[in-house]
């Protein structure tokens, strides 16, 4: 996997994950350039200074600003990492049912990081995977959030319900979501985004959370009504606190 740019390079060494090697453009001479060289030669890292057709080449989304990390593939949680490692707090968790599309990942993986998310529940199957291009959309928030890949999310929501959680599906057509208690141990899924919550997982759901609209558009894109969601949910358990 590569990881692209300085701002996710930088994320990338606050973490344990193995690094190979990081590429680096040869003769960068702003500030914010050097002072990551630094810090990459103080983790004993190794660099590999390159032309910039090459940082061109290797690059995926021509956004490199002269960086790229090569690490290991992903190596996905299991939900009981995610489950223990909030054992001691209301754990609060994001399911996304069919989110197909990496961009739409990346940016909820931003959100969820910035909101202090346990974790992250994607499907094996019907589902975008962790990628690099996830990992750039991210901004490196993906080296610091638990992402758990299951082979059913049905099951990984009963898992979570013999665990303590209410889990609460968000999608049109239920209850108000700003009168609905969001504090305690919970989970919220998001649904697809052409598809929304499924079916059965909508009827596996303690309950269906709606955000009220008001313009002639019924509907969020995947990121940003997680992110409404998310966040309403943030204001709840700060204000319980």
Not at 81 to 93: Q, T, V
Not at 109 to 138: H, L, N, P, Q
Not at 179 to 198: C, F, H, N, P, R
């Amino acid at each position: 996997m590569k990881i692209e740019g300085r701002n996710s390079v930088y994320e990338l060494l606050k973490t344990d994950k193995e690094i190979d090697k990081i590429l680096v453009q040869k003769d960068l001479k702003d500030e914010a350039s050097k002072r990551l060289i630094n810090v990459i030669k103080s983790h004993k890292i190794k660099i590999q200074l390159v032309d910039k057709y090459v940082i061109d080449k290797e690059s995926e989304s021509s956004r490199s600003q002269g960086f790229i990390a090569c690490v290991s593939d992903y190596k996905y949680f299991d939900l009981a990492d995610i489950i223990d490692g909030a054992a001691n707090k209301d754990g609060f968790i994001v399911i996304l049912n069919e989110i197909l599309d990496p961009h739409n990942l990346g940016s909820i993986i931003r959100v969820c990081e910035c909101a202090g998310v346990d974790g992250i529940v994607i499907a094996k199957d019907r589902s975008a995977s962790v990628s690099d291009t996830v990992m750039r959309i991210s901004e490196g928030a993906l080296n610091h959030i638990k992402v758990a890949r299951v082979v059913n999310i049905n099951n990984a929501i009963k898992e979570l319900k013999d665990n303590g959680y209410w889990v609460y599906g968000a999608e049109m057509g239920g209850g108000e979501m700003y009168k609905t208690d969001l504090t305690g141990k919970i989970a919220i899924v998001i649904g697809g985004e052409d598809s929304g919550v499924k079916a059965l997982t909508k009827k596996n759901c303690d309950g269906i959370i709606s955000i009220p609209m008001f313009g002639k558009v019924n509907s969020l894109n995947a990121s940003v009504a997680c992110g409404v969601v998310v966040y309403e949910a943030v204001r709840q358990r700060l204000k319980k606190d």
